[in-house]
């Protein structure tokens, strides 16, 4: 896998590609001379976490005949800076996922857990540095 970043103003904006030839938009806060352009990169990472595992979870469901009509997660991380360095990883990431449809808890709950444990590459990347804990709601339509 390979991307590629061309800068795009005199600040800190490019913009990012990659094998899918969508472009996304990664910019500094302006305190530091950005624009508020684009996402940061930190804020990709928590990005890709929960797209990787709401497409796991999302084909899960599916082959056990859940019928998901939304899906919305909410990704929150904890940095802590590492002593001596202006480096602030993450530490502590939780991924909430809030369903709609005729999802059972069961197989919603079996659905991320088989996403974390054994399919999302997002969150075997994260894992050795924090902790990365899940909850979830379903909300059952008829």
Do not use: W
Not at 84 to 109: C, L
Request: contains cysteine; charged residues 25%.
């Amino acid at each position: 896998m390979q991307v590629e970043l061309k800068r795009v103003d005199d600040a800190f904006h490019f913009e990012a590609t990659g094998l899918s030839g969508v472009s996304v938009h990664i910019d500094g806060a302006a305190d530091i001379g950005g624009h508020n352009a684009g996402a940061r990169p930190m804020e990709l990472l928590l990005m890709g976490l929960g797209g990787c595992t709401a497409i796991d979870v999302i084909l899960i469901l599916k082959k056990q005949r859940q019928r998901v009509d939304d899906l919305q997660i909410s990704v929150s991380g904890e940095r802590v800076k590492i002593e001596d360095t202006q480096m602030t990883p993450f530490r502590k990431i939780n991924v909430h996922f809030k369903f709609k449809g005729n999802i059972t808890e069961a197989k919603a709950e079996k659905a991320i857990e088989l996403s974390m444990e054994k399919y999302c590459s997002a969150t075997a990347q994260l894992t050795p540095s924090a902790e990365i804990t899940h909850t979830y709601e379903v909300d059952f339509a008829e």
